[in-house]
């Protein structure tokens, strides 16, 4: 997965996550299928992908919460 923009504190790639959502799993599907991740790690994942997507500089960051 070298490259790849990962969840932090794991090593499931955001673009898994932004797959299973837009092939209609739903976030608590997801949360069942990934228990160690939370709301908070799906919804910065949607946030991370909708700035690389906009063009926006990204850097790592952790989790608000």
Known sequence: ???KPII???R???D???R???EGMSVEG???DYPHLSKKD???ALLYS????GGEDVFPLKAKG
């Open 30 to 32: 997801i949360l069942e």
């Open 16 to 18: 898994q996550i932004i």
């Open 20 to 22: 299973l959502l837009g």
């Open 1 to 3: 997965m070298t490259g």
């Open 8 to 10: 932090r504190g794991t």
């Open 50 to 53: 909708s700035k690389v997507i």
């Open 12 to 14: 499931i790639p955001v």
């Open 42 to 44: 799906i919804r910065a």
